[in-house]
């Protein structure tokens, strides 16, 4: 794996892996509150696949740097255009794929850029703008939703300042089958990421979009009409989102292919990563 930092546009540069040097092209999207480390293992497995894999950290997470705004998904699908495009030189189309937060950035850039992705995979994440997002933003499991959002601006911070370790903890533990799939070394790595000035606000200002999120996918719906890229949902088989990741892609996608990842709950990508590459490989065949 290769590490590099890109220029996006001024006061934004994006820290990013590459490895790989396949004629496909897999980019990678992680959550919160995550990095790129979140496909460690999945990386190895799509480069034996024969992808060129890229796995950015997006505005405000890891290694990237922390703007003030600009942490809508349409945004930052654009600064994920930007490395591709002028400083990777990607310029045939990419499989796409996004969990949590990066399911909503990888979302709005298949979207905005519909000639430059040939398969979108979203994990396990409910998408602004649809009815399945409505329904679950009223869940009591998805509590930090409003705690993370711009009703509680200021307290969420005042309140996890000095507890980032506690608080990303118990994060974890309420959405993960197998405690195991993320051991210290790798919780670590999340720990020092969002402990450093201003990570947490960043990590916030992504739930505080949402609102502007869900006008611009319902714009974009009827605008452009459903996504007619190949689509694989998968979901975790015991996390919230699992149970209607197909409903909620046939809301914006024509083409959609379900699959519920066994032995996970939300963080699937190091729960069962064997699982999701395979899939990945297989689906990009169609």
Do not use: C
């Not at 200002?205 to 605008?223: G, I, K, P, S, T």
């Amino acid at each position: 794996m290769e590490h590099g930092m890109a220029d996006i546009e001024p006061g934004l540069r994006l820290h990013y892996v590459t490895a790989g040097e396949g004629p496909r092209t897999a980019v990678l999207l992680h959550g919160f509150p995550q990095t790129w480390w979140e496909w460690h293992h999945v990386i190895p497995r799509l480069v034996a696949e024969g992808f060129r894999v890229v796995a950015p950290d997006y505005r405000g997470a890891g290694d990237s740097w922390r703007p003030a705004g600009g942490y809508d998904k349409r945004t930052m699908a654009g600064d994920i255009r930007t490395l591709l495009r002028e400083h990777l030189g990607v310029t045939e189309p990419v499989t796409l794929v996004g969990h949590d937060i990066g399911l909503m950035v990888a979302y709005a850039y298949a979207q905005a850029y519909r000639d430059e992705v040939a398969h979108l995979v979203l994990a396990d994440a409910p998408l602004p703008g649809t009815a399945v997002f409505d329904r679950l933003r009223a869940d009591p499991r998805v509590w930090h939703f409003a705690f993370h959002g711009p009703g509680a601006r200021d307290i969420a911070e005042l309140l996890v300042a000095g507890r980032e370790r506690a608080y990303l903890q118990a994060f974890f533990n309420a959405r993960i089958a197998d405690p195991s799939a993320v051991p210290p070394e790798d919780f670590e790595v999340y720990v020092t990421a969002y402990s450093a000035p201003g990570a947490m606000r960043a990590g916030f200002e992504v739930y505080r979009a949402f609102d502007q999120d869900a006008a611009d996918n319902r714009a974009a719906l009827e605008r452009n009409g459903k996504l007619t890229v190949p689509v694989l949902a998968v979901g975790g088989m015991t996390s919230t989102t699992g149970e209607v990741i197909g409903d909620m892609a046939r809301e914006v996608a024509e083409d959609v292919t379900v699959l519920r990842v066994p032995g996970t709950a939300h963080w699937i990508p190091e729960e069962n990563p064997a699982e999701l590459a395979r899939a990945i490989s297989a689906f990009t065949t169609r």
